[in-house]
């Protein structure tokens, strides 16, 4: 019936027929695919770095893990693939200066210092750093799998500023997961989450900002 129709049909027509098979295409074949392989890392790596979320006590924290897991997989690859797409077409996506866009690769897509010519006071502050960069680490190794599963050709060719803005994407869903795993380890260790077994993840978080007494490590990540 396609070819029938690419035959008789004005050109236009052909073009757009074409272009919402090739995204029917995408998403039927990288998007969905990929997003449930990241699902599934996502929840072994969540496991094995907090055993304590196998809870039996707790029904409802296998399920926040499932939510978190779903989240974070949709949104690293939609944006991926968007940019990807963008990089493609030659569109920079959009950041106001270079001062910005070096700004939130310094951020976002660099290691935190770990200098160890510090003074004593200051040496928690590397101890942190370097706990933080390898949990970030351990973070992309598992996406880039996924990802060079599905967007192999794509990301073999991009330009160093193409990984800058991946990382750029990826630091800022690293954090978001790192805050959200505070989250439910807070709700489960200040018995949170045991006195309120079906509240969603949105509601814990509320309630941990408002009702408990955080530690300074924990109070940054909450109020990213």
């Known amino acids: 019936?396609?070819?029938?129709?690419?035959?008789?049909?004005?050109?236009?027509?052909?073009?757009?027929?074409?272009?919402?098979?090739?995204?029917?295409?995408?998403?039927?074949?990288?998007?969905?695919?990929?997003?449930?392989?990241?699902?599934?890392?996502?929840?072994?790596?969540?496991?094995?770095?907090y055993p304590e979320f196998k809870n039996s006590r707790?029904?409802?924290?296998?399920?926040?893990?499932?939510?978190?897991?779903?989240?974070?997989?949709?949104?690293?690859?939609?944006?991926?693939?968007?940019?990807?797409?963008?990089?493609?077409?030659?569109?920079?996506?959009?950041?106001?200066?270079?001062?910005?866009?070096?700004?939130?690769?310094?951020?976002?897509?660099?290691?935190?210092?770990?200098?160890?010519?510090?003074?004593?006071?200051?040496?928690?502050?590397?101890?942190?750093?370097?706990t933080i960069n390898n949990e970030k680490k351990e973070f992309l190794n598992v996406i880039q799998k996924v990802l060079f599963r599905y967007f192999e050709e794509q990301l073999n060719n991009l330009d160093a500023k193409g990984w800058q803005l991946i990382g750029i994407s990826l630091g800022h869903v690293f954090l978001v997961y790192m805050k959200?795993?505070?989250?439910?380890m807070a709700a489960l260790e200040e018995g949170v989450m045991i006195k309120n077994s079906e509240m969603s993840y949105g509601d814990l978080e509320k309630k941990l900002l408002q009702d408990v007494d955080l530690s300074p490590e924990n109070a940054w990540l909450l109020n990213l």
């Open 1 to 49: 019936m396609f070819s029938q129709l690419s035959d008789e049909a004005p050109q236009d027509i052909r073009e757009n027929i074409n272009r919402n098979l090739q995204q029917a295409y995408r998403v039927l074949y990288v998007i969905f695919p990929a997003c449930d392989d990241l699902i599934a890392a996502f929840e072994e790596l969540t496991y094995t770095k």
């Open 58 to 130: 707790v029904p409802n924290l296998r399920k926040l893990v499932s939510q978190v897991s779903d989240d974070l997989a949709d949104t690293i690859v939609r944006n991926v693939n968007s940019l990807l797409i963008d990089l493609e077409n030659d569109n920079t996506p959009y950041i106001e200066s270079e001062e910005q866009f070096q700004n939130l690769v310094s951020f976002f897509a660099t290691p935190l210092d770990e200098s160890k010519d510090l003074p004593p006071e200051e040496m928690a502050k590397t101890k942190s750093s370097h």
């Open 180 to 184: 959200r795993c505070c989250v439910l």
